[in-house]
Each structure stands twice: as structure tokens, then as C-alpha cells.
């Protein structure tokens, strides 16, 4: 499997001509090295509605006849906004899709999205949970650190955790060590940092602390693609 980095929380992962987008917040997002435009997916996976997770969401399902799959409550919005194809799921559920397997686990956040006709509700976010090509990649979407996590762990052998260290609205650094502690993954990349000044974090601090544990985690340059 492919992963690339976009910045923030997305993710493009790649496999066997397939490609999926993970909450592909590009437009309005500085850090970004692509366009919405130049992105060509098959699916766009969303974690919840945030405006800087759903973000490009639409466009670019409509603009490649990609089918979303996020909770239920998100489909709703995207669907209110002009996308067709989109696949329902909710927390806990699991579901084989042409490319792989797509299970939701929990996330501790909120889900809404904002536009001029005012706030949609986006029910709870969740974290994903995604194997394609014998490899599984855990997405923790927006999420504080939470002691299932372990079960996760332990229910799941993860070959790539993707996390948040940004603090303020989601786990900060300290918290994200722990959570590799519990989810003991092969490998583990920081992410939802430096996009906002309120959620500047330095991503060397991350994985000098996970290596401290005795885990493995690298930092993905914004762009950058790596194969595992
Ligand atoms: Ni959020
Ligand atoms: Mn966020």
C-alpha cells in the first residue's frame, strides 16, 4: 500500500489502481501541496463533518464519481450538498468494499458542519480503521486519547497509526505517546498539527517520545509518499 500526506488529516492511500482520500481538507488549507482539483480518487473516506475534514469532500466525489463513506449523519450533509454516491456506516460496523475493509471506531470529538445556511449536524465522529493489501492503517480522526484504544490494539495488528498531536481540539503529543503505547502499531505518524496556530506542535518532539517507549514513528514531509 501507498500512503501519501497532504498535511492536516489527509491521507491518500493507494493500492492495486485504487485510491482512497482521507478527509481531504485542501482549499483554505495553507499546508497543502495539492489542489482539490488535481486530486483523482475512487473513494473519499470522512471521519466527521468539520469543515477541515469534510472539506473538499463533495467536489471531489462529484468530480470523480468517487462514493464517500463516512457515518451515517455526515452522508446526510454530503448528500444535501450535491453528492451522490455515498455509503453509510456507523461506529463499530465493518464493511468489505471492492478495495478492502473499512471498520469506524470511536472517536471522542464533535461533528458539525458550518456554511452560510447555518450549522448541520453531523451525529458522532468516528476513526477508521482501513485494510487493503493485507495492510491496516488506523486513521484516529479528531479524537482525545481514549483507554479502548488497548482494545484496538489488541483486536488489531496495525501496520501504520495515523494521529493527532495537535492539542486543543484533539489529543496533544503527550496523549498521542500513550496512545501508540496501547495501539503498539509497526509505525506512527503525527498529524492535525501546524495547520492553525492554536494547534502548532513540533512533530521531532512526537517521535523522539515515541522512540523513547521503545515504538517506531516518523514524521511524513507534506507530499511525501511512502510505501509499507
Ligand atoms: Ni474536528
Ligand atoms: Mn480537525
Given at each position: 500500500m501507498k500512503i501519501t500526506y497532504y498535511s492536516h488529516d489527509v491521507f491518500l492511500l493507494e493500492h492495486d489502481g485504487t485510491k482512497l482520500i482521507i478527509d481531504p481538507f485542501l482549499t483554505?488549507?495553507?499546508?497543502?501541496?495539492?489542489?482539490?482539483?488535481?486530486?483523482?480518487?475512487?473513494?473519499v473516506l470522512l471521519t466527521h463533518a468539520h469543515p477541515d475534514h469534510l472539506g473538499d469532500g463533495v467536489v471531489l466525489a462529484i468530480k470523480n464519481d468517487?462514493?464517500?463513506?463516512?457515518?451515517?449523519?455526515?452522508?446526510?450533509?454530503?448528500?444535501?450538498?450535491?453528492?451522490?454516491?455515498?455509503?453509510?456506516?456507523?461506529?463499530?460496523?465493518?464493511?468489505?468494499?471492492?478495495?478492502?475493509?473499512?471498520?469506524?471506531?470511536?472517536?471522542?470529538?464533535?461533528?458539525?458542519?458550518?456554511?452560510?445556511?447555518?450549522?448541520?449536524?453531523?451525529?458522532?465522529?468516528?476513526?477508521?480503521?482501513?485494510?487493503?493489501?493485507?495492510?491496516?492503517v488506523y486513521h484516529a480522526g479528531d479524537t482525545g486519547l481514549f483507554m479502548d484504544m488497548q482494545l484496538i490494539g489488541e483486536m488489531n495488528s496495525i501496520d501504520v497509526a495515523l494521529l493527532p498531536i495537535g492539542d486543543n481540539f484533539?489529543?496533544?503529543?503527550?496523549?498521542?505517546?500513550?496512545?501508540?503505547?496501547f495501539l503498539n502499531p509497526a509505525l506512527s505518524i503525527p498529524m492535525h498539527?501546524?495547520?492553525?496556530?492554536?494547534?502548532?506542535?513540533?512533530?521531532?518532539?512526537?517521535?523522539?517520545?515515541?522512540?523513547?517507549?521503545?515504538?517506531?514513528?516518523?514524521?511524513?514531509q507534506y507530499g511525501e509518499t511512502i510505501e509499507i
Amino acid at each position: 500500500m501507498k500512503i501519501t500526506y497532504y498535511s492536516h488529516d489527509v491521507f491518500l492511500l493507494e493500492h492495486d489502481g485504487t485510491k482512497l482520500i482521507i478527509d481531504p481538507f485542501l482549499t483554505g488549507n495553507e499546508n497543502a501541496p495539492i489542489k482539490a482539483e488535481d486530486v483523482k480518487v475512487d473513494y473519499v473516506l470522512l471521519t466527521h463533518a468539520h469543515p477541515d475534514h469534510l472539506g473538499d469532500g463533495v467536489v471531489l466525489a462529484i468530480k470523480n464519481d468517487a462514493t464517500i463513506i463516512a457515518p451515517f449523519e455526515v452522508t446526510l450533509i454530503c448528500q444535501s450538498l450535491g453528492a451522490q454516491k455515498t455509503h453509510a456506516m456507523h461506529i463499530g460496523g465493518a464493511h468489505n468494499f471492492d478495495f478492502g475493509r473499512v471498520k469506524l471506531t470511536i472517536a471522542h470529538h464533535g461533528s458539525a458542519w458550518i456554511d452560510d445556511k447555518g450549522v448541520h449536524y453531523g451525529g458522532n465522529p468516528c476513526g477508521l480503521l482501513i485494510t487493503m493489501g493485507g495492510k491496516t492503517v488506523y486513521h484516529a480522526g479528531d479524537t482525545g486519547l481514549f483507554m479502548d484504544m488497548q482494545l484496538i490494539g489488541e483486536m488489531n495488528s496495525i501496520d501504520v497509526a495515523l494521529l493527532p498531536i495537535g492539542d486543543n481540539f484533539t489529543m496533544g503529543i503527550d496523549d498521542a505517546v500513550k496512545a501508540v503505547e496501547f495501539l503498539n502499531p509497526a509505525l506512527s505518524i503525527p498529524m492535525h498539527y501546524d495547520t492553525f496556530p492554536v494547534i502548532e506542535a513540533d512533530p521531532k518532539e512526537f517521535t523522539a517520545k515515541v522512540e523513547a517507549v521503545r515504538q517506531k514513528a516518523r514524521v511524513m514531509q507534506y507530499g511525501e509518499t511512502i510505501e509499507i
